[in-house]
């Protein structure tokens, strides 16, 4: 779906909150199948997003964003991940 800006919206995993891309944070699974935190938000690869650090976790947890990406996250992945969330969540407050 398009905004009145032409600008397609993305939804959170979790939730389904609708959204900008540049409102929400980006997790990628890389053409090599490597999982991680998309900072820029540019990254190739098959993204998914979540809105916040509270929605990671959920997804996280139901395993929504394992089905998002095609790939299982192990606990070294998903911490990594959490960092780069948490991050970008505290930079986004100030």
Do not use: N
């Amino acid at each position: 779906m398009a905004t009145a800006t032409g600008k397609r919206q993305r939804s959170c995993v979790a939730c389904g909150r609708q959204a900008d891309k540049v409102a929400l944070l980006r997790i990628v699974r890389d053409p090599s199948g490597a999982v991680s935190f998309d900072a820029t938000g540019r990254a190739p690869g098959r993204g998914a997003y979540v809105c916040s650090e509270e929605c990671f976790a959920a997804a996280c947890r139901k395993k929504k964003l394992d089905r998002a990406l095609k790939a299982t996250l192990d606990d070294d992945a998903r911490k990594r991940i959490a960092a780069g969330v948490a991050a970008a969540a505290r930079e986004a407050r100030q």
